[in-house]
């Protein structure tokens, strides 16, 4: 019926994926380039936000789920596959999230990850990015391990504000 269309597409306009316009309808939003490279500046802060909490909060199991899931990065990377690489590094990252014990941030890293997610996979396809990340995975992991918050945070900072920066320079 029409009352559970109209609230579905409130809720996509409220998130910002579609636009309501007068007499037209709704479409699916156009995201500019401007808007791009300020949504990955508040996921560079929002995944940092998480890496901080979770050098502080994460339980040792968490630790160690990570641990494999950094392994498994490293394993995808010495076979140069990108796509399989992008979904080994979303598990590893949302490890991250939840270790973060913060459910309401868990949730809005995730949709802002999600809008973002055509985006950050292109990026692993540059030369040596996928090298790169794995590299930035294991420092993060061991910041986070030893417990030391505030690089836990400044690593996870630059691991993802250097994708906004590679999408700049794409376009």
Known sequence: SRTPVREALQTLAGSGLVATMPRRG??????????LIEMFEVMA???AMCARLAARRMARTDIEKLMALGDECGTLQEH????AYYEAN???HEVIYAGCRNSFLERQTKNVRNRLAPYRRL??????RVKKSN???SEI???ISTGDAERAGRLMHQHVAVQ???LNDLL
């Open 80 to 83: 140069a596959d990108a796509d």
């Open 123 to 128: 990026q692993l396809h540059r030369p040596g």
């Open 135 to 137: 590299a930035e995975h």
């Open 45 to 47: 802060e929002l995944e």
């Open 26 to 35: 709704t479409i699916v939003a156009s995201i500019t380039v401007a808007d």
């Open 164 to 166: 906004g920066e590679a």
């Open 141 to 143: 992991l061991d910041a």
């Open 90 to 92: 979303v598990n590893f």
